[in-house]
C-alpha cells in the first residue's frame, strides 16, 4: 500500500505540474504573440489592423469596428460572410482612435450611436 501512495501522490504531482505549465504559457502565449498586444494584427510593412470594438447582435452576428493603418470600417460579421457596412469617416475615426487610446473610453454603443446620429 505504501509504494501504491507514493507512485499515485507522484502522478499527481506530475499531472499538476503540466496543468500549471499550460495554463501559465497560453497566458504568455496570448499577451506576446502579436507585436501590438491583443487586438491587433501586423499587415505587411508598418499597416495594422486593430479591432476597435465589438457588438454582439445575435447569435452567432456581430459588429464590428476595425482599423486598418488610418481608416475605420464597421463590418457585419455572420457565421458564413463578412460584409462592410460602412467607412467612417475622417471625423468619426478620429473619435474612435482618440477614445480608444483613453483609460476612460466610453462604450462601444455610445460611439456607434453618435457615429450614426452625425450622419
Known amino acids: 500500500m505504501g509504494q501504491n501512495f ?6 499527481l504531482a506530475v499531472v499538476i505540474l503540466i496543468l500549471y505549465f499550460a495554463y501559465y504559457a497560453t497566458r504568455w502565449i496570448g499577451t506576446h504573440s502579436m507585436p501590438g498586444g491583443v487586438g491587433t494584427l501586423p ?3 508598418n499597416g495594422k489592423l486593430r479591432i476597435l470594438g465589438q457588438l454582439g447582435v445575435g447569435r452567432n452576428e456581430r459588429l464590428v469596428l476595425v482599423q ?5 470600417y464597421l463590418l457585419g460579421v455572420t457565421e458564413h460572410q463578412i460584409t462592410l457596412l460602412r467607412e467612417l469617416t475622417g471625423d468619426e475615426a478620429a ?4 477614445e480608444s487610446e483613453s483609460v476612460s473610453a466610453p462604450g462601444f454603443l455610445e460611439v456607434l450611436g453618435k457615429s450614426l446620429r452625425k450622419k
Open 6 to 11: 507514493w507512485s499515485l501522490l507522484g502522478v
Open 43 to 45: 499587415m505587411g510593412g
Open 68 to 72: 486598418l493603418d488610418e481608416r475605420c
Open 95 to 98: 473619435v474612435w482612435l482618440t
